[in-house]
């Protein structure tokens, strides 16, 4: 498991990511260093929906990737 941190910058939403040129939109120093998944939600059996505590609610990661960064 990665720590939250880390899987909060990878988050792959459209608000964190510009589609067509993969640039990041979002800013290392911007994101809470303690942040936490407040909520957890299963998508099928092969993605996690997660909600954080810093409000970012759009994260959906596939499984594998909760695994290796
Ligand atoms: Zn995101």
């Not at 936490?36 to 759009?58: L, M, Q, T």
Request: proline letters at 6%; glycine letters at 4%.
């Amino acid at each position: 498991m990665i720590d939250p941190y880390t899987l909060r910058l990878n988050c792959r939403c459209a608000l964190c990511i510009d589609e067509l040129s993969g640039a990041l939109l979002i800013k290392k120093e911007e994101i809470d260093r303690e942040v936490f998944p407040s909520k957890i939600e299963e998508k099928g059996n092969y993605a996690v929906a997660v909600v954080w505590s810093d409000g970012h609610k759009s994260s959906i990661y596939p499984y594998k990737r909760l695994t290796s960064p």
